[in-house]
Nanobody
Framework: VQLQACGGGSVQVGGSLRLSCAAS????????MGWYRQAPGKQRELVAT???????MYVDSVRGRFTISRDNAKNTVLLQMNSLKPEDTAVYYC?????????WGQGSLVTVSS
């Protein structure tokens, strides 16, 4: 199973984007989910997580700017990104939390320019 993220694009500093990730079956309803990102030349890192009960966690660099949410009825997890900065430029992925190697999809590129 691969989880495909979509909704990325190019925005200017301070802009917003919303990423979405959908998959079939009970993947979302039975698992905690996470958004991850990999910037050029850097390792993939965790950005935000959401439990099956809806509790959320954010890394310090995005807290207050990004919002993770889930819609189990639609098997979808979202990442609303506001006040984007150049350092947010990366390929964004969704996966379970903790991540599963076999669930990585192609990711969605987000480019923030000044």
């Amino acid at each position: 199973v691969q989880l495909q993220a979509c909704g990325g694009g190019s925005v200017q500093v301070g802009g917003s984007l919303r990423l979405s990730c959908a998959a079939s079956g009970s993947i979302f309803s039975d698992n905690n989910m996470g958004w991850y990102r990999q910037a050029p030349g850097k390792q993939r890192e965790l950005v935000a997580t959401i439990t099956t009960a809806g509790s959320t966690m954010y890394v310090d660099s995005v807290r207050g700017r990004f919002t993770i949410s889930r819609d189990n009825a639609k098997n979808t997890v979202l990442l609303q990104m506001n006040s984007l900065k150049p350092e947010d430029t990366a390929v964004y992925y969704c996966n379970l939390y903790p991540r599963r190697i076999d669930y990585w999809g192609q990711g969605s590129l987000v480019t923030v320019s000044s």
